[in-house]
């Protein structure tokens, strides 16, 4: 079996995305291997019954470049030890992104972070997670807001 050597990571930049990374950080400094970290956008458009609103130019470079920056800002503030961390920007749909990425960069593992959500939130809001994990063309570490950390499990190894 070989251990993972390129780990990606995508993030949707909420606090349970960032516990994914920080885990995924400290899992590729024991392993040696490099953290893509993704996020996914979509350019807003919006349908109206007699038409659609279909988001401009100077609004759309303004979503990249704010979306860049967020991005940037994530690395800078997870970067440490021996990881090396690279962020990586997609257009599109988020689980079909990601799994494009995944192929992009040769993934041999994607960790990621899932709200855990239920009923109707679920329902309504589907879980790229799971559409993620069914697609995948390589193995899908998910993890929920109050999982341990790799330091405490390796830790033991």
């Known amino acids: 079996m070989n251990l993972p050597k390129q780990i990606l990571v995508p993030t949707d ?19 040696g291997a ?19 609103y279909i988001t401009g ?3 759309a470079a303004r979503i990249l470049t704010a979306t860049q920056e967020n991005l940037d800002a994530l ?11 690279k962020g990586l920007l997609k257009n ?3 689980s079909e ?6 192929r992009d960069v040769s993934a041999d593992l994607i960790v990621m972070g899932t709200h855990g959500r239920r009923g109707l939130a679920h329902a309504l809001l589907g879980s790229v997670a799971e559409r993620v994990v069914r697609s995948s ?3 899908v570490l998910t993890l929920g807001a109050q999982t341990v950390r790799p330091d ?4 033991r190894s």
Request: proline fraction near 9%.
């Open 13 to 31: 930049f909420s606090p349970c995305a960032d516990e994914a990374l920080d885990y995924a950080v400290a899992l590729a400094e024991k392993l």
């Open 34 to 52: 490099k953290v893509i970290v993704m996020h996914a956008y979509e350019i807003p458009v919006v349908g109206f019954p007699d038409g659609a």
């Open 57 to 59: 130019a100077d609004e």
């Open 75 to 85: 690395i800078a503030k997870h970067e440490r030890g021996a990881a090396s961390l």
């Open 92 to 94: 599109g749909e988020p």
């Open 97 to 102: 992104s990601i799994v494009a990425a995944a």
């Open 137 to 139: 063309p390589c193995p």
């Open 152 to 155: 405490a499990v390796l830790a």
